[in-house]
């Protein structure tokens, strides 16, 4: 490459790194859990719920491979309570 084509990949390259970090928060594609300034992006209370019914979700497999009930019956009751108030947002 010569160096005038070397410049127009170097500028090219520039564009695109302005236009991604001008867009609003809601456009920005790179990360989905912080920000362009590396911060934690916050979610609204639904997102935060659905998260934590997906971690429990995936520890109750965890826990039934393991055959641990009794963890598993608090586990359940725990996620009850999540996913009721889940259901009313």
């Not at 039934?64 to 586990?75: G, P």
């Not at 359940?76 to 947002?89: F, N, V």
Request: proline share 2%; hydrophobic share 35%; net charge negative.
């Amino acid at each position: 490459m010569t160096s005038e084509q070397l410049e127009q990949l170097a500028q090219l390259v520039a564009d695109k790194i302005i236009a991604e970090l001008t867009k609003p928060p809601e456009d920005v594609t790179f990360h989905k859990e912080v920000d362009m300034f590396g911060n934690v992006k916050y979610f609204n209370r639904k997102e935060i719920l659905e998260v934590q019914l997906n971690q429990l979700n995936d520890q109750r497999e965890k826990l039934l491979n393991e055959e641990k009930y009794e963890l598993l019956i608090e586990l359940e009751e725990i996620y009850d309570k999540i996913k009721k108030e889940y259901d009313k947002l």
